[in-house]
């Protein structure tokens, strides 16, 4: 189930992840364990977090290989360690839209937010060269936490889009 996409002004959000490089088949089974380290970084060090835990999406080459980061917003700007990773998302207007529903069927919730980005006459900020495009940021929020729901039909996650300015 989608709800219907809208536009938003974010200010910018700090955020602390763990960054990685996989084909996209592998996100299920590699990004979801970063979520605990992430986690337990904050906790060591009295690190709140700022919202739910994301997958950002930076890049994706014609290969299927993206860079991706893991992680949670911050309230404030904190650093990292070098594995754990700090950095932003930027301010900016953001398409978005809530998808409720198992993981395995979200690819439609990004097709329903591209069709609409470009319905609307709006572009998605994204750069491509040499194979490879980098998106401004592209993220999947998960509003509701599957080891607190086990039922895959009330799972939430809102999926973002940085849109030119």
């Known amino acids: 189930m989608l709800s219907e996409p809208t536009i938003q002004r974010r200010g910018e959000l700090h955020y602390l992840a763990i960054a990685e490089t996989i084909q996209m088949q592998q996100i299920p089974d590699v990004l979801p364990p970063l979520i605990p380290v992430v986690k337990q970084y904050m906790e060591d060090r009295g690190i709140k977090a700022g919202g ?43 398409a978005s839209i809530i998808y409720t529903g ?17 319905e609307q006459g709006l572009v998605e900020k994204s750069a491509t060269e040499g194979g490879r495009t980098e998106w401004g940021g592209r993220t999947e ?15 939430q996650t809102e999926i973002v889009f940085l849109l030119e300015d």
């Open 52 to 94: 739910p835990d994301f997958f950002l999406y930076k890049s994706m080459a014609r290969s299927g290989e993206m860079d991706c980061e893991a992680g949670f917003p911050v309230n404030e700007a904190v650093e990292g360690d070098g594995y754990i990773r700090a950095g932003a998302f930027p301010e900016g207007n953001y």
């Open 102 to 118: 198992d993981f395995k069927d979200m690819m439609q919730a990004h097709i329903a937010l591209e069709n609409y980005i470009k």
């Open 141 to 155: 929020f998960y509003l509701v936490d599957p080891e607190l729901e086990p039922n895959p039909e009330k799972w």
